[in-house]
Nanobody
Framework: QVQVVESGGGSVQAGGSLRLSCAAS????????MGWFRQAPGKEREFVAS???????SYADSVKGRFTISRDNAKNTVYLEMNSLKPEDTAVYYC??????????????????WGQGTQVTVSS
């Protein structure tokens, strides 16, 4: 089983920034499609961002221009830099690995391994 561990969550005021990290096991990490999802209280989990191969990225419209996903394959780590945070960004953020490199990267059912989640709280 691939182990996925998020870190870097916390509390920040609106307009601030946070950088989340996600460490994943596996020699084939560079081939995995990696994604970030989030779940706010009382809402369904939603797609946030994905990175495929080394540089191909996609974002939900709600975070485009504010969040940046990146990966360091030498460290088996994916990052989510979050800027200009808003209270509506408050959620548990999950990192996930799609080991089969599915084309529909925004669908959470395609992801095989998930981290435990890290809480991000943005105050007004």
């Amino acid at each position: 089983q691939v182990q996925v561990v998020e870190s870097g969550g916390g509390s920040v005021q609106a307009g601030g920034s946070l950088r989340l990290s996600c460490a994943a096991s596996g020699r084939a990490f560079s081939l995995y499609f990696m994604g970030w999802f989030r779940q706010a209280p009382g809402k369904e989990r939603e797609f946030v961002a994905s990175i495929r191969w080394t540089t191909t990225t996609s974002y939900a419209d709600s975070v485009k221009g504010r969040f940046t996903i990146s990966r360091d394959n030498a460290k088996n780590t994916v990052y989510l830099e979050m800027n200009s945070l808003k209270p509506e960004d408050t959620a548990v953020y999950y990192c996930a690995a799609d080991v089969h490199a599915s084309s529909t990267y925004w669908r959470q059912e395609n992801y095989d391994y998930w981290g435990q989640g890290t809480q991000v709280t943005v105050s007004s």
